[in-house]
Structure formats: structure tokens, C-alpha cells
């Protein structure tokens, strides 16, 4: 090996390195803003893990007052065909 393709290599192991480290830069940045994309850091009203979480508190609700709304309904409807058969006054 000579001088002049040791230095070639020495220049490509040099580029490497280099791209190797804007890449790991890159995926450092993506991170970081993954994070804040995901917790909302200074402002957790932005992030996903609360919009998430009022979404299902949301659902809760929405589910306990479906089931209320239809417990009554059938109770209503119940009540009526026992009035209307006469089981019931």
C-alpha cells in the first residue's frame, strides 16, 4: 500500500465519520422534537399525551351518559307496555 491510497482512505474514513455525526445531529433534532411534539414540554396543553388523555376522559362520559340515556329510555318503554297490558296503573 502506498502513500498516496492511504491517504485516499484516510480521507474517506474522515467523510465518513463526518456523516456519520450530521446524521446522528439529525436524529438527535427529530427526537428532541418528537418529544416536545408528544409532552407539550413548557405548554402540556399542547402536547398528545394530554389531548389523549381529555379524549378518553371524554369518551367516559360520553359512554356513562349514552348508557343513562338508554336505561331510561327502556325503563320509559317498559313502564308503557305494562300500563298498556294493564300489569301496571
Partial sequence: MNDSQ??????EVR???RDMK???EQIRGDVVRMRRIITGESEP???LVLRVDRL???QERSSLLSQTAIG???TA???GILTAIGLRQ
Fill in 6 to 11: 492511504l491517504m485516499e482512505m484516510m480521507i
Fill in 15 to 17: 467523510d465518513s465519520v
Fill in 22 to 24: 450530521s446524521s446522528h
Fill in 56 to 58: 378518553e376522559q371524554k
Fill in 72 to 74: 331510561a329510555v327502556l
Fill in 77 to 79: 318503554i317498559i313502564g
Fill in 45 to 47: 396543553e399542547r402536547g
